[in-house]
């Protein structure tokens, strides 16, 4: 069975930094992007930011530029990071990981995605 599992997620306070890792089980990773997500309470979900197969990170939310950044183990064939700093009350929200099961980030909106994981949640509170 193909899946995805996120973790890493939890309470932090403004300012602090956290770090994403996105898991494959039945299948490897490190040939395919990974575009993340996340929803915050209330709100639709969004896309935040896609790690290509080299590691090149692409964000599409102007809040998260200089802060999100995508990265690959190479160690590992199976986890895909990301890295979020400076966080804000703003970033609080579920944060799921997906692939498309291609190298590049293309075609990254939701509707696209093959695979989800379901996802780790995220609050930042004082």
């Known amino acids: 069975q193909l899946q995805l599992v996120e973790s890493g997620g939890g309470l932090v306070q403004p300012g602090g930094s956290l770090r994403l890792s996105c898991t494959a089980s039945g299948f490897t990773l490190h040939e395919l992007a990974v575009t993340w997500f996340r929803q915050a309470p209330g709100k639709e979900r969004e896309k935040v930011s896609c790690v290509s197969s080299s590691g090149d990170t692409t964000n599409y939310v102007s809040s998260v530029r200089g802060r999100f950044t995508g990265s690959r183990d190479n160690a590992s064939r199976y986890t895909a990071y990301l890295q979020i700093d400076n966080l804000t009350s703003e970033d609080t929200g579920v944060y799921l990981c997906?692939?498309?099961?291609?190298?590049?980030?293309?075609?990254?909106?939701?509707?696209?995605?093959?695979?989800w994981g379901k996802g780790t949640l995220v609050t930042v509170s004082s």
């Open positions: 997906a692939t498309t099961f291609v190298r590049i980030c293309r075609d990254t909106s939701p509707d696209a995605m093959s695979l």
